[in-house]
């Protein structure tokens, strides 16, 4: 082979180095991914989503939540999954390779047979010969997606002693050997390298392959260590993305002189951070958003402005951009970026921050997933001083950041100011402390916290009442499905669902066990145990307390229904009831009468069949059978987070919390000032204030009017109004609203407009018809910029003007043409005409009232469809 010595001389090298020993340790998890594919290759249908599985599990900076996520999906046997679980907890080692792809979709089922078969046959391979020829079919087949970076890890811990690892990193390695660029050409050359080498395994070639450069040099890992200095990222992705930039010609101009860029007006505090906390001698990551990373370097000065020809190049912005120098010491072996995509902490590429400070307890994590990886380097921080000053900043920035988002938040303005728009953005400042850039991926997120239920969205109207907002008596379908009878039932609203999840998730944070959550965990292992086998066709008997057989089988909402044998009369058994049930006898042996017991529990029902159940159940508890469905849910259903909290109201605890560690949740009422709050709210007006909240010294608990239960609002829930002022002002709110909610005004900015293509200068137009509006009205009735978002031609502003504008304006005016053409100009009429009385009908008794209208002027509106490019310039012009 080409340049063998040359290889052996670069092996001696590696061989030496602490990253040989690395890759040593690594190799334990070899075993542990070979038996996840044997278990993955056994599940029915084999989709697109277990190959995607497998790929996320495998990567190199796979976190421990999506190791256990998808170990979940692929090894569905309890005993083989833990068994796993625990060999890779032991070992902690990562996966060998990144992921090429984050997934594969839109494989064929015959394509995903032949992926299967593949790999399949891959485990009975025993020689060199039979590797190739399996591989060849297999290409030969044309498979999509899953080409060699994605199947030769997969092959690789089948048999690491036959198949390679060969993917786009291999680049710089089969270029400088002269090595074939085809998966089945390779295995011969690598396998004499591994000869050559005495190795066991491929192993070490794949190490050596990733690590090597162009130059035909090993990319060997260094260590920095801070020796006080602090390390930050920094992200130029503005300069790619801002449409205002000449972005070429500034990127182009920070690269060649090894600059960093900032607005020093950048969100968060990051462009002051960036002028008063960045030093000369700290260090800093120089990335382009989550695509690309260009080096890491050390601050050579302090902050600078552009001159003018080159500020220029910012467009509006132009005074605001300054920079720092710096010197670029090291570089990574690609600046593109893969794998990372999901990595959104704020200290990541991806993350959503511009300039964020590097946290010593950061760093093992970003060693991992990005120095390590992309520059062989491990940054390190001795300084003792860190840890404290590290626990110190965290406390501060949450202090800072509860300061920021009042509890109780109404956001007023006139209509299109983009008020309800404006809430997704502070319930993800809320949760998460940043929004997404892309409007897209904020609404994307804003979605999945509404279906995890941390955020909760309610539009307030004439018709709503306390009954839909807090608790009211509804009717539901009777227990029995084929019963003709509707029954009633007290029935949460959407504010006390919210209240149930934002407490239970108060509880459980700041609580380390509860004895009713293990003991409903309990219940719903053995509930959904038998569930399980009873709808897989291995339980289809019970037995009653008196040994007769009952018939058991499911139902669609999740219950069971019970005939006994030989009969036709059905019986529900509901698991809500049971659970009851379960609560007052986890043991059935201990009734003393099962009718007596059962009922005075549930009231009437089939004690029999209750029995029944129970019993099943209790005898896996007793035999400590376990569950092997992965439906078995460690969360708690809402019905179950209730019974825990109310228990935990009735006690009407008035323990004062001082380190509250639970999670944020967001309670939006859209339009607040549309329902009548008193009435809806009722007697939780007062305890929505944050010194009534659970766990504060003034706590408050109410008795609720229907369920007769006790009440309290957890501290960390956050209720966000918005109302529009051109229905009822601010001042015209109820009094006991106005003292419990703090109050943000959202005004029109026409600032924030551009004008159209067509020349129609809309930030002019919207703040000369805003003028008009506050003489002719007040500041209450104007118009939102909101609605001018999305209009870049006359086109769409002849819409908003149609649909939004001009019915807006004939609300505030009336149908008063006088005003309106006061506001708009001549050129929206197409003229006016005086009333002649001979258009009236003759009636003699009018005692001549048709003369009256003579003076009377009308007028006539110019459809929307004729105006001109002129006419919308009249209004500013």
């Not at 920035?397 to 920021?404: H, P, Q, R, V, Y």
């Not at 938040?409 to 983009?418: A, K």
């Not at 997120?445 to 307030?460: D, E, K, P, W």
């Not at 001549?848 to 006539?860: A, C, F, H, K, T």
Request: glycine residues 4%.
């Amino acid at each position: 082979m080409k340049n063998s010595a040359h290889f052996l001389h670069l092996f001696e090298e590696y061989k030496n180095s602490d990253l040989y020993e690395e890759r040593e340790g690594q190799k334990a998890i070899i075993p542990i991914f070979r038996q996840i594919l044997a278990e993955a290759l056994t599940i029915e249908p084999f989709t697109n989503q277990v190959l995607t599985d497998l790929i996320q599990i495998f990567k190199y900076n796979c976190t421990d939540d999506t190791f256990d996520k998808k170990l979940k999906a692929l090894v569905l046997d309890e005993a083989k999954r833990k068994s796993i679980w625990d060999a890779a907890m032991e070992h902690y080692v990562p996966g060998f390779t990144n992921a090429g792809k984050t997934g594969i979709v839109g494989l064929k089922d015959e394509d995903l047979q032949t992926v299967k078969e593949f790999l399949v046959k891959a485990f009975k391979v025993t020689t060199v010969q039979e590797a190739k020829q399996l591989v060849r079919e297999y290409e030969n087949k044309k498979v999509p997606k899953v080409k060699r970076g994605v199947y030769s890890p997969w092959l690789f811990y089948i048999n690491p002693t036959l198949f390679p690892i060969f993917n786009n990193s291999y680049k710089n390695f089969i270029n400088w050997y002269d090595i074939p660029n085809e998966y089945q050409q390779v295995i011969d050359p690598l396998h004499e390298l591994k000869s050559l080498v005495n190795e066991e395994d491929f192993s070490h070639i794949d190490q050596v392959a990733h690590i090597f450069t162009k130059e035909g040099r090993l990319f060997m890992a260094k260590t920095l260590e801070l020796d006080g200095q602090s390390i930050y990222k920094i992200s130029h992705g503005a300069l790619i993305f801002n449409t205002d930039f000449d972005n070429a010609a500034i990127i182009d101009i920070v690269d060649q002189n090894n600059l960093i860029t900032l607005n020093r007006y950048t969100k968060r505090g990051q462009g002051e951070k960036f002028v008063t906390e960045l030093k000369e001698g700290d260090y800093v990551y120089l990335c382009y958003g989550g695509d690309k990373i260009k080096w890491i370097g050390q601050v050579t000065s302090g902050i600078e402005d552009f001159s003018p020809d080159i500020a220029s190049l910012f467009g509006p912005e132009k005074e605001d951009w300054i920079y720092r120098e710096v010197k670029p010491i090291y570089f990574p072996k690609d600046e593109a970026l893969s794998g990372l995509k999901d990595q959104r902490s704020m200290i990541m590429p991806s993350g959503n921050s511009t300039f964020w400070k590097i946290k010593p307890s950061e760093l093992e994590s970003i060693n991992k997933l990005l120095f390590l990886p992309y520059f062989n380097l491990k940054v390190i921080d001795n300084d003792p001083n860190e840890e404290f000053e590290d626990q110190v900043e965290d406390e501060t920035e949450a202090m800072e950041a509860k300061s920021n988002n009042p509890l109780n938040l109404i956001l007023y303005g006139p209509p299109g100011t983009g008020k309800t728009y404006r809430t997704i953005d502070i319930s993800l400042e809320i949760i998460d402390d940043e929004v997404p850039e892309k409007r897209s991926e904020a609404k994307q997120r804003f979605a999945s916290l509404q279906l995890q239920r941390r955020v909760f969205f309610n539009t307030f109207h004439q018709n709503m009442a306390y009954e839909d907002f807090i608790e009211g008596i509804k009717p539901v379908q009777a227990e029995d499905e084929d019963s003709p009878f509707l029954k009633y039932e007290i029935q949460d609203g959407l504010f006390m669902q919210a209240c149930i999840e934002a407490t239970y998730n108060y509880h459980v944070k700041n609580n380390k066990s509860d004895q009713l959550v293990e003991q409903i965990l309990d219940f719903n292992g053995l509930y959904d145990l038998l569930f399980e086998e009873v709808s897989k066709g291995a339980v289809k008997e019970i037995k009653t307390v008196s040994n007769n057989d009952l018939e058991i089988n499911i139902t669609s909402q999740g219950n069971f229904v019970l005939v006994h044998k030989g009969r036709e009369r059905a019986y529900t058994v509901s698991k809500d009831r049971l659970s009851k049930i379960y609560d007052v006898y986890p043991n059935p042996s201990t009734m003393t009468n099962i009718h007596e017991n059962i009922r005075d529990i549930i009231g009437r029902s089939n004690s029999t069949a209750y029995w029944a159940v129970l019993n099943k159940i209790a005898s896996y508890r007793v035999t400590n059978k376990k569950p092997h469905s992965l439906a078995i849910a460690k969360e708690l259903s809402y019905e179950d987070k209730k019974k825990v909290i109310q228990s935990i109201w009735s006690k009407r605890s008035v323990q004062v919390v001082s380190n509250d560690k639970s999670d944020p949740f967001v309670f939006i009422i859209d339009e607040i000032n549309r329902g009548n709050v008193s009435q809806i709210f009722g007697e939780l007006i007062t305890l929505i204030e944050p010194d009534k909240r659970m766990g504060k010294d003034e706590v408050l608990y109410v008795d609720l009017p229907y369920s007769k239960n006790a009440f309290a609002v957890p501290p960390n829930l956050y209720i966000i109004g918005t109302m529009n002022t051109a229905d009822r002002s601010v001042e015209a709110l109820d009094t006991a609203l106005r003292r419990r909610f703090s109050f943000k005004a959202m005004s029109p900015l026409p600032e924030e407009l551009k004008p159209t293509t067509d020349g129609i200068d809309l930030p002019k137009m919207l703040s000369r018809l805003n003028e008009r509006l506050t003489v002719l009205k007040d500041n209450d009735h104007t118009i939102g910029h909101a609605w001018f978002w999305n209009v870049t031609e006359i086109e769409g502003l002849r819409a908003v003007y149609a649909n939004k504008i001009l019915p807006l304006l004939q609300e505030f005016f009336y149908n008063d043409y006088e005003k309106l053409g006061l506001v708009l100009g001549d050129a929206f009429f197409e003229g006016n005409t005086q009333v002649n009385s001979n258009i009236f009908a003759k009636f003699s008794a009018g005692n001549d009232l048709g003369s009256q209208y003579e003076q009377v002027w009308q007028y006539r509106l110019k459809d929307s469809s004729k105006l001109t490019k002129d006419d919308f310039q009249s209004i500013y012009s």
